[in-house]
């Protein structure tokens, strides 16, 4: 049974997804910290822009962060709050 957040509607239809396999870019925000990880393998679904990512990628990408490895490089990016 599938349970969808409230207020969501969902389009169901027995046609396949069309997977594709892609690089992409990964982001994680922990701990008040922005991690960003380019060049990810990921399967996405050509409709949705949706990112799946094997166990042994996400294995990786825990890796990654946890271990404080050393980055290629750093960025500085703007942050803004959404006020409505």
């Known amino acids: 049974m599938m349970t969808l957040p409230q207020g969501e ?8 997804e069309t997977l594709v396999e892609k690089q992409v870019t990964y982001t ?7 991690f960003v990880i380019e060049n990810v393998p990921a399967r996405v679904n050509e409709e949705t822009g949706e990112q799946f990512f094997s166990p042994s990628i996400v294995e990786h990408l825990q890796q ?3 271990t404080g ?3 290629d490089r750093f960025a500085e990016v703007p942050v803004y709050h959404y006020v409505a």
């Open 28 to 34: 994680l925000q922990l701990n008040g910290q922005l």
């Open 64 to 66: 990654i962060i946890l």
């Open 9 to 16: 509607a969902a389009m169901m239809s027995n046609e396949p």
């Open 69 to 71: 490895q050393e980055p």
